[in-house]
């Protein structure tokens, strides 16, 4: 197998625990009703509640910084707002006393991730003293481009995005041996378990709110032909793409009178 280049650095999932699940579905549908409808088969599947943790529309989400350099903490402004020009949302960063977003870059150092949309409300699997977001491998040298696609990518999770290349909708055809090769090694140094739960597995079509499989969502990763059965690979987006914004706009409406 050919390796065309080091392995981007991706996310993982932080998924609520089994024990946790009905905790999340209440608070959930306490934020927006619309979480609401049938969850049968929920505990059985852990995607099933994917679809059912958006917030409410028109939602002020507080996000306070646990650690951090300035220029680190406005580069995440800056960026997390891409998301606030179509949605009907808005991030307020003076955080106050019990920010929904809790962002760190040191508490898990070298990975990145999210909690998904309302599950950041369940405080005893992200109590309020923890984080919520992590970046793991910024500091004041990562290129605009990098805080970029990791910021919007992470904020897409926070307001409930999922991982492009698990879309039920066509997609990625995997190369599974290459994947597992691929990912086990640096910068990731994934177990098996952790690279098909975060790569291979894909959602069910009536899991997810969602478009078609979007090429340029800036919720997918860029990955080599080489880990594809039919040698076509993904290419690295660092911004909305057309769909993220179409879909975004559908999912937090705004009302004719908004700007």
């Known amino acids: 197998m050919t390796i065309e280049r080091e392995p981007r650095r991706m996310c993982v999932e932080r998924v609520i625990p089994w024990n946790l699940q009905s905790e999340a579905r209440a608070l959930a549908l306490l934020e927006n009703p619309a979480n609401g409808g049938d969850s049968r088969g929920a505990m059985k599947d ?12 028109g939602r002020t989400l507080r996000v306070g910084f646990l650690d951090g350099t300035p220029l680190l903490r406005e580069k995440v402004q800056q960026y997390a707002n891409e998301w606030t020009k179509y949605a009907n949302l808005r991030f307020d960063f003076g955080g106050g006393a019990n920010p929904e977003v809790r962002v760190s870059f040191s508490a898990d150092p070298g990975r990145s991730w999210s909690a998904l949309g309302t599950d950041v409300l369940v405080e005893r699997y992200f109590p309020a003293h923890q984080p919520t977001m992590n970046f793991g491998w910024f500091n004041d040298d990562t290129p605009d481009a990098e805080l970029s696609r990791v910021i919007i990518h992470e904020f897409g999770h926070a307001i ?3 991982h492009e290349h698990q879309n039920p909708d066509r997609g990625i055809e995997w190369d599974e041996a290459a994947v597992l090769t691929y990912f086990s090694g640096s910068p990731n140094y994934w177990s098996e378990a952790t690279i098909r739960f975060n790569i291979l597995d894909k959602y069910k079509a009536d899991q997810i709110n969602g478009t078609k499989f979007d090429l340029d969502s800036i919720m997918l990763y ?7 059965r039919n040698q076509v690979g993904t290419h690295e ?7 993220d914004i179409a879909f975004i706009q559908e999912a937090y409406p705004r009302s004719a009178q908004q700007p």
């Open 46 to 57: 852990r995607l099933a509640l994917v679809k059912k943790k958006m917030w409410a529309n």
């Open 160 to 162: 409930g995005c999922i």
């Open 222 to 228: 860029e990955f080599p032909a080489s880990l594809t």
């Open 237 to 243: 987006n660092d911004k909305l793409s057309s769909g």
